[in-house]
């Protein structure tokens, strides 16, 4: 039952983007701040780090600790994901992206980024709200990965608006969405045991 529990997770959470994010839009948040932000490629790293902890992170939770504990984990981002769905589905934003010049390791990263991922489902930003639920689930169970926390999950909410890849109110839905499943989940498996 664990097992089928974390197949149904990766087929919502990355089956459900994949879906829901498919609706194109003219609508986005740019702000007057948004246009002063320069496109660093760089920032493709930390960017693409996270990508990876969203898949790695379940797995090793699941090994890590009793199920009890990976289930509020899992639900909260199950939560997260159900909120940025209605959100995407009901009212679409997008992002445009600048043309990427440059010719380096990066630039190019950044360019198969950009080619990959669609520049629809904007709002709220899906690498804030899963870096800060996987942030809050490590310091609380893994009290040695504070100071990583405070360097990395800094480093990748920066990185979506560096790489053109959200805008800054993107970033507050994101930040918003955490909060709001983190808090539902806990009380939600509280109320069951």
């Given at each position: 039952?664990?097992?089928?529990?974390?197949?149904?997770?990766?087929?919502?959470?990355?089956?459900?983007?994949?879906?829901?994010?498919?609706?194109p839009?003219?609508?986005?948040?740019?702000?007057?701040?948004?246009?002063?932000?320069?496109?660093?490629?760089?920032?493709?790293?930390?960017?693409?780090?996270?990508?990876?902890?969203?898949?790695?992170?379940?797995?090793?939770?699941y090994?890590?600790?009793?199920?009890?504990?990976?289930?509020?984990?899992?639900?909260?981002?199950?939560?997260?994901?159900?909120?940025?769905?209605?959100?995407?589905?009901?009212?679409?934003?997008?992002?445009?992206?600048e043309?990427?010049?440059?010719?380096?390791?990066?630039?190019?990263?950044?360019?198969?980024?950009?080619?990959?991922?669609?520049?629809?489902?904007?709002?709220?930003?899906?690498?804030?709200?899963?870096?800060?639920?996987?942030?809050?689930?490590?310091?609380?169970?893994?009290?040695?990965?504070?100071?990583?926390?405070?360097?990395?999950?800094?480093?990748?909410?920066?990185?979506?608006?560096?790489?053109?890849q959200?805008?800054?109110?993107?970033?507050?839905?994101?930040?918003?969405?955490?909060?709001?499943?983190?808090?539902?989940?806990?009380?939600?498996?509280?109320?069951?045991?």
């Amino acid at each position: 039952m664990q097992i089928l529990s974390l197949i149904l997770f990766y087929t919502f959470t990355v089956g459900g983007y994949f879906y829901f994010s498919r609706q194109p839009t003219d609508i986005h948040f740019l702000t007057s701040l948004d246009r002063y932000v320069p496109t660093i490629p760089i920032f493709i790293i930390p960017y693409l780090f996270a990508t990876v902890t969203f898949i790695a992170i379940p797995i090793f939770l699941y090994i890590k600790l009793d199920f009890s504990k990976t289930k509020i984990y899992l639900l909260a981002q199950t939560i997260a994901s159900l909120i940025s769905y209605i959100i995407f589905y009901t009212f679409p934003t997008s992002v445009i992206r600048e043309l990427i010049n440059g010719d380096g390791v990066f630039d190019n990263a950044l360019r198969w980024l950009h080619t990959a991922d669609r520049a629809s489902a904007a709002f709220p930003s899906g690498h804030v709200f899963q870096s800060i639920i996987i942030g809050y689930f490590l310091w609380k169970y893994f009290p040695k990965s504070k100071p990583y926390i405070l360097i990395i999950l800094p480093l990748i909410i920066v990185s979506t608006v560096f790489l053109k890849q959200h805008y800054i109110p993107d970033i507050f839905g994101g930040i918003a969405v955490a909060i709001i499943a983190i808090f539902i989940s806990r009380n939600f498996i509280q109320v069951q045991l």
